[in-house]
Nanobody, 123 residues
Framework: QVQLVESGGGLVQAGGSLRLSCAAS????????MGWFRQAPGKEREFVAA????????VYADSVKGRFTISRDNAKNTVNLQMNSLNAADTAVYYC????????????????WGQGTQVTVSS
């Protein structure tokens, strides 16, 4: 079992940046690959980024590649999402999630989810 709590969301102007953080507690954090997903109003939850247990490999959705960076600190039990060059299409609730699978983009493969943090980008 692992508990996940996101923070760092808010309102930002288009072109701006935000840094999301996810704090984990419970089972050993380093045994989980971690992912970020987002859900906009009226849309399905979609994959954003994921990182391996050791942090050595990452994967991104095409829509955020080159703008977002996922990272983790296993000593602090945190995973972060640095978001740059934000635009209105990035407006959504952002969720962090944990999986015992190595590195996946499918939300059904994730076992644990946080409550989400709202990101709103004004144009």
């Amino acid at each position: 079992q692992v508990q996940l709590v996101e923070s760092g969301g808010g309102l930002v102007q288009a072109g701006g940046s935000l840094r999301l953080s996810c704090a984990a507690s419970g089972r050993t954090f380093s045994t989980f690959a971690m992912g970020w997903f987002r859900q906009a109003p009226g849309k399905e939850r979609e994959f954003v980024a994921a990182i391996r247990r050791s942090g050595g490999n990452t994967v991104y959705a095409d829509s955020v590649k080159g703008r977002f960076t996922i990272s983790r600190d296993n000593a602090k039990n945190t995973v972060n999402l640095q978001m740059n060059s934000l635009n209105a299409a990035d407006t959504a609730v952002y969720y962090c999630a944990a999986t015992t699978t190595i590195l996946v983009t499918e939300k059904r493969s994730y076992d644990y989810w946080g409550q989400g943090t709202q990101v709103t980008v004004s144009s």
